[in-house]
């Protein structure tokens, strides 16, 4: 499977910093042959993200892609402060993240809405990644795996090829505290088993120390990266190392 670097801009960069990143990214050790790219934006900064990736690379077939970080079941109606995949298809969006754990966390996100934003939004035609996760409390009590068989139970009956799962403990994000290879693999085997076809991606405090190391592992096929992928040198660094093999 071709590996896939995505970064999660969460809620940074103005229009104005956008601009700026795809200004100073030096993608020149980025094999696109090898790696996919992929940064969700935020809903205002989508535009000119696309725009700034197209002007990068005027000339070449490579592109980074531009994805959303959330959107809605509905395609209209009254969701105050929500966003409609008709609204980010016009933008010329295709990709959206769905239940990053910072949406279930803060905004209520459960795995029922993420299930119908899942499966609305891929049968609207976009690309989905969802993301799982347990919390640092559910670790230590042991509950990883019965946390995620809830959290995949409605995910594992979608054959989209258009979904990608993105394993993010909870504990590891934004924290330093990265997943070590073998707990991640250990994670990944037990969702390839109920996603054998699925790119499935790590998250949680990645950075161009621990990529290569995560990357070896046989069912880990690219990471989410949120840190990391705010400075231009850090995510082209990131890209560099995926495209090696
Ligand atoms: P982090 O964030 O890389 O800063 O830990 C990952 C994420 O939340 O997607």
Redesign the pocket.
Known sequence: MKRLIAG?W?MNFTQAETRAFFEAIDFSNWDPERADALLFAPMLSLECALDASKRKFAKGAATIAIGAQNAHWEKKGAFTGEVSGPMLEELGIKQVLIG???RRQHFGETDETVLKRVESLLAQGFRVMA?VGETRAEREGGQTFQVLERQIAGLSKIANEKLTL?Y?PVW?????L?ASPEQAQEVHAFLRKRFPKTLLLY?????PENLASLLAQKDINGA??????LKPENYAQLLGIASLR
């Open positions: 999660n969460k990053h754990s910072e993301c993105a993010e590891a994000i934004g924290t330093g990265t998250g949680g405090s990645v950075t989410l990266v949120g840190g990391a992928s």
